[in-house]
């Protein structure tokens, strides 16, 4: 599956995947969700971030 919200740069964040445009890495995404955030908890803290790619940072760390 392509992601296309999940980027990995050695770069930025020692190269843990982020959603694009931002610093905001997967995990901290996870560590929100497993904390009671929903998506759009997390969306209104950090309004730059799409819906759509807290969601896709989800589906990849199932995967």
């Known amino acids: 599956m392509d992601f296309h919200y ?3 740069d050695p770069e930025i ?3 843990k ?3 694009q445009g931002s610093r905001i890495s997967v995990q901290l995404i996870l560590e929100w969700i497993a ?3 929903s998506i ?3 969306v209104e803290e950090f309004p730059h ?3 759509e790619g807290v969601k896709e940072a989800i589906l990849y760390a199932t995967r």
């Open 49 to 51: 971030l799409p819906y």
């Open 40 to 42: 759009q908890d997390i």
């Open 17 to 19: 995947p982020i959603i």
């Open 13 to 15: 964040l020692g190269g």
């Open 35 to 37: 904390s009671g955030a």
């Open 6 to 8: 999940i980027v990995s």
